[in-house]
């Protein structure tokens, strides 16, 4: 079990951290991702952080996201910076036993957190 949290209303140029729980599994021992769906669009990927902690980014929010976790906590995390509102989206986690940007390889996924950026 995944569960997002964090989301919510931010004006342009702002920042958000987004936090996803993980319960249920031995979610350390997996690789986290985020991924986020605007309307229209396929799910697509935004970073990834394997369970040795290293790291991947995706275009287009390479260089303004940063992913982490904490394993005493079995929780990872998704601080986002200079939001545009193209970065408007559902965003969620999901979590398969390595990083890749496929959506189909994770098997397990959070219900998602809204991100709207608006003035």
């Known amino acids: 079990h995944l569960a997002e949290s964090g989301g919510g209303l931010v004006q342009p140029g702002g920042s958000l951290r987004l936090s996803c729980a993980t319960s249920g599994f031995a979610s350390n021992y997996y690789a986290i991702a985020w991924f986020r769906r605007t309307p229209g669009k396929e799910r697509e990927g935004v970073a990834c952080i394997s369970s040795d902690g290293s790291t991947n980014y995706r275009d287009p929010m390479k260089g303004r996201v940063t992913i982490s976790r904490d394993k005493s906590k079995k929780a990872a995390y998704l601080a986002m910076d200079n939001l545009s509102p193209e970065d408007t989206a559902v965003y969620y986690c999901?979590?398969?036993?390595?990083?890749?940007?496929?959506?189909?390889?994770?098997?397990?996924w959070g219900q998602g957190t809204q991100v709207t950026v608006s003035s």
């Open positions: 999901a979590s398969s036993t390595t990083c890749t940007w496929g959506s189909f390889a994770y098997g397990f």
